[in-house]
């Protein structure tokens, strides 16, 4: 069974512009969940998003935003990029019922 | 206040040895689940291990076992006879539906695991 998968693997990016990662969940799935890794600040909780709806965010500005697609895939836009963006942006799934969370690779994004 | 401490934040240990990693939790919630997850150099978070607040038997899988203790909130991991490929960083996490935080993680800071030959 193919695990969570995250696209792209790295990107570098300049302070200022958008990005947009993307995730797609283990088959099955309905849950999606994004967390930021950042050096100095431990993971933090970002955006979950259940049947196509965010049901919740965590601390971070209106700036970074997402969304989930039928097919239960996922985006993740951070707008108006900052430097202290960079971090490793890393996915999670899990089935609607359950609480374990399967994480993917993650998206090292660099903000320059 | 920190949900999820690991006050351990690197250990180093010989080939081996058995190495137990700490993990202190804070919750008003009486239904909770914990969390231990692995992170070797790759990045990738992987899965070990879950528990609800209602079952505090130990766990043991291999040459990992979890020891829960409610009393304490304490949920910490001990690996037996480490090996080099245990070199990672472990992060222990909470999820506390009731509070509203929902299913979100929170998760610790980690410990730096090193194992030597």
């Known amino acids: 069974e193919a695990g969570v998968t995250q696209s792209p693997t790295h990107l570098i990016k300049t302070r200022g512009q958008q990005v947009t990662l993307r995730c797609s969940p283990i088959?099955?799935?309905?849950?999606v969940y994004w967390y930021q890794q950042a050096l100095g600040l431990g993971l933090q909780f970002l955006l979950w998003?259940?049947?196509?709806?965010?049901?919740n965010r965590g601390n971070f500005p209106p700036r970074f935003s997402g969304r989930q697609f039928p097919n239960y895939s996922s985006e993740l836009n951070v707008n108006a990029l900052e430097l202290e963006d960079s971090a490793l942006y890393l996915c999670?799934?899990?089935?609607?019922?359950?609480?374990?969370?399967?994480f993917g690779p993650g998206t090292r994004l660099t903000v320059t | 206040a920190q949900k999820v401490t690991q006050a351990q934040t690197e250990i180093s240990v010989v080939e081996k040895e058995d190495v137990t990693l700490d993990c202190v939790y804070e919750?008003?919630?009486?239904?909770?689940?914990l969390f231990w997850y692995k992170q070797p150099p790759s990045g990738e978070l992987v899965f070990l291990i879950r528990?609800?607040?209602?079952?505090?038997q130990n766990e043991i899988s291999g040459r990992y076992s979890w020891n829960f203790q409610k009393s304490t909130s304490s949920f910490n991991f001990t690996i037996t006879a480490s090996q080099v490929v245990d070199s990672a960083v472990y992060f222990c996490?909470?999820?506390?539906?009731?509070?509203?935080?929902?299913?979100?993680?929170?998760f610790g800071s980690g410990t730096q695991l090193t194992v030597l030959p």
């Open positions: 998003y259940d049947e196509g709806e965010e049901r």
């Open positions: 088959s099955g799935h309905t849950s």
């Open positions: 996490a909470l999820s506390e539906p009731e509070s509203g935080s929902a299913r979100q993680l929170t």
């Open positions: 919750t008003r919630d009486t239904t909770y689940y």
């Open positions: 999670a799934s899990s089935p609607s019922v359950d609480y374990e969370q399967y």
């Open positions: 528990r609800n607040s209602f079952d505090e």
